[in-house]
């Protein structure tokens, strides 16, 4: 079955910029799509088609995805950034990511 | 605005079945796919299997494929997941998503219902 994988953890300090990877077999040739999750709250959309944003979501919040790796980046990361967050695609199913916690410090 | 309102949760024994149900308002609910996805205590997310809108096509995960059956009423802008010979690996929040396709083989969830809990012990 097919594996996304993406470090569990990144920390940033307010004002920086965030990157979170996530890596699959060949997932430059699929879509990559990324949800935010606040504790206790419900995933949101933040980026789709590997780089669209949704309305709403800030512009800080940009995706890119080539060869085996998709990335989300956060510009210029808020204390309100603070949450997991999980890439997913799609291989005959929905796969998701491990999910990365983005600390800002 | 889209809403997404699940309900059916509860606790249940090792190997009892649950209903549960979602209801969409803010949107025309038979011109979109929809999903079911559920996170464990302290957990990832899990998909766990789609329906088309027409409820014609079909998948599902691998770890729910043969005790949970996805359905959905469009004359009531609803969605049901009917789940059977539960285990206590199935202990999660289940969300249904509404779910958005870029082409015939790639999905993504574009808004999700605030969850129900479903507790499988003894």
């Known amino acids: ?105 | 605005q889209v809403q997404l309102v699940e309900s059916g949760g509860g606790l249940v024994k090792p190997g009892g079945s649950l209903r549960l149900s979602c209801a969409g308002s803010g949107f025309t609910f038979s011109d979109y796919f929809m999903s079911w996805i559920r996170q464990a205590p302290g957990k990832g997310l899990e998909w766990v299997s789609y329906i088309s809108r027409s409820g014609s096509t079909i998948y599902y995960a691998d770890s729910v494929k043969g005790r949970f059956t996805i359905s959905r009423d469009n004359a009531k802008n609803s969605l049901y997941l009917q789940m059977n010979s539960l285990r206590a690996e199935d202990t999660a929040v289940y969300y249904c998503a509404r779910t958005a396709a870029v082409t015939w083989s790639f999905y993504y969830f574009d808004y999700w219902g605030q969850g129900t809990r479903v507790t499988v012990s003894s």
């Not at chain 1, 997932?27 to 789709?48: E, F, M, N, R, T």
């Not at chain 1, 780089?51 to 998709?70: M, V, Y």
């Not at chain 1, 998701?96 to 800002?104: D, E, I, Y």
């Open chain 1, 1 to 105: 079955s097919y594996e996304l994988t993406q470090p569990p953890s990144v920390s940033v300090s307010p004002g920086q910029t965030a990157s979170i990877t996530c890596s699959g077999d060949k997932l430059g040739d699929k879509y990559a799509s990324w949800y935010q999750q606040k504790p206790g709250q419900s995933p949101v959309l933040v980026i789709h088609q590997d780089s669209k944003r949704p309305s709403g979501i800030p512009e800080r919040f940009s995706g890119s995805n080539s060869g085996n790796t998709a990335t989300l980046t956060i510009s210029g990361t808020q204390a309100m950034d603070e949450a997991d967050y999980y890439c997913q695609a799609w291989d005959s199913s929905g796969v998701f990511g491990t999910g990365t916690k983005v600390t800002v410090l």
